[in-house]
């Protein structure tokens, strides 16, 4: 079939866009012919055939930026403007897609995550227009929820708050729903008694991940680790969820001086970098500035992260929240040890109780029990190997690009 994705950005260390990228090569191994639409292609060759670059559906437009802003940051007294704003925003962005399904001959939709979290609230309004106005069969790839994220998409205007509740998730006829943990397998079951697909994220265990090589030998050095210094990494973005803050108490807590955390990921998402400053304010207390990397600069895009793992003696991956947990598996393919906080509602329950040695702890909450027995590990290359291995035997077993097929070979029949 000939399948167009509508995403808001491709390319980058999102899990959204990681995950769309596994999809896209699955789906291409089962015959589909794949077209992209999105607002942004990060490190990525365009190929003007297949991809269509449309700066509309980005982020970080301004149209999506003023939406989110007089949505649920600085509304104004009166919610008409934006519900107005949005539907005429929304009608043009659903003509041009119904152009570009005409142009491309789309016989199905993917959306990815665009239908379920209002980030970019006419985007996901002028998907369901187009599949109202065409009929088109449509998968919706659900990574979270806005009634998942606090106060943050929650407005002061009960209408606007109604019209978030009417439009995402997409809930029309013939949806087909994929959602990446049990947690939303049972929220649309209890909310709207829809029985969603669970399709867990996954990776290709049969790459070469993570793996020393000549042309990465280097990669640790040159962002300021040295020969006999040794490398925790947190392969993560800089946001607040992702618990960077018990990374950094946890190297301030082991006192040695020749541990040094790698943190890859950029503050983008970051609202006015609130979080970043209270993280630097804290290394700075700490008088941790020379064991605390910031290595966004050098790690620019997904494909660099083979090689900051090659290297790198474990993982700390301290969440409080997540949808699925992108950098757990990627962690087991790397073959390090992860050190993880039982985040909600995903770890236990989709990840944890399959059997993965780990160092747990809960609620961010770092004892001296589980202080030395990261350290046990950290300090033990032999024990770091065998949990390594381990741990991936594990991980091809239960999210892998194989188990990825089975699941789209199911949810691609029409």
């Not at 029309?172 to 947690?183: D, E, G, Q, S, Y």
């Not at 979080?275 to 990397?293: G, K």
């Not at 990261?374 to 892998?400: A, T």
Request: one cysteine or more.
């Amino acid at each position: 079939m000939r399948i167009g994705i509508i995403i808001g950005r491709i390319g980058g260390v999102d899990g959204v866009a990681l995950e769309t990228e596994k999809w896209i090569d699955v789906l291409k191994k089962l015959g589909h012919e794949i077209f992209i639409m999105s607002g942004e292609f990060e490190s990525w060759n365009l190929d003007y055939e297949h991809d269509y670059l449309y700066p509309t559906l980005s982020f970080f437009s301004a149209e999506a930026e003023w939406e989110q802003r007089k949505a649920f940051f600085e509304p104004d007294e009166s919610p008409e403007p934006l519900l107005e704003h949005v539907e005429t925003w929304s009608n043009a962005i659903e003509k041009e897609m119904r152009k570009w399904v005409k142009d491309k001959k789309i016989e199905v939709l993917l959306s990815e995550n665009a239908s379920a979290l209002p980030c970019q609230l006419s985007m996901g309004v002028a998907i369901k227009k187009l599949i109202q106005n065409t009929g088109l069969p449509i998968v919706t790839h659900d990574h979270d929820f806005h009634w998942e994220r606090g106060q943050r998409y929650v407005s002061v205007h009960p209408e606007i708050n109604k019209y978030v509740d009417d439009n995402f998730p997409l809930l029309l006829p013939n949806v087909k729903h994929a959602v990446i943990n049990t947690f939303g397998v049972e929220t649309f079951k209890n909310k709207f008694n829809i029985d969603a697909t669970l399709v867990p994220n996954v990776m290709d265990f049969n790459r070469v991940y993570g793996v020393p090589s000549y042309s990465n030998q280097f990669f640790l050095r040159d962002i300021g680790v040295n020969e006999d210094e040794i490398a925790l990494l947190q392969v993560t973005r800089i946001v607040r969820r992702k618990g960077i803050e018990t990374a950094i108490s946890l190297i301030d807590k082991l006192q040695d001086k020749k541990l040094k955390l790698v943190i890859t990921g950029n503050n983008n998402d970051d609202e006015n970098k609130e979080y970043y400053n209270e993280l630097i304010d804290q290394i700075h207390e700490l008088n941790l500035s020379n064991q605390i990397i910031f290595a966004d600069q050098k790690v620019l895009d997904h494909k660099d992260l083979s090689d900051v793992y090659a290297h790198g003696r474990a993982c700390t991956y301290f969440s409080t929240y997540e949808g699925f947990g992108n950098a757990f598996v990627e962690s087991v393919l790397a073959k390090k040890p992860i050190f993880v906080n039982n985040y909600k509602p995903v770890y236990m329950q989709d990840i944890g109780n399959k059997g993965f040695e780990t160092v747990m702890i809960e609620d961010s909450n770092l004892t001296n029990k589980s202080i030395q027995q990261m350290s046990d590990i950290i300090y033990s290359p032999k024990r770091c190997i065998e949990i390594g291995e381990y741990n991936f035997k594990l991980g091809k077993k239960y999210f892998s690009y194989e188990v990825l097929e089975e699941k789209l070979t199911e949810l691609f029949k029409f």
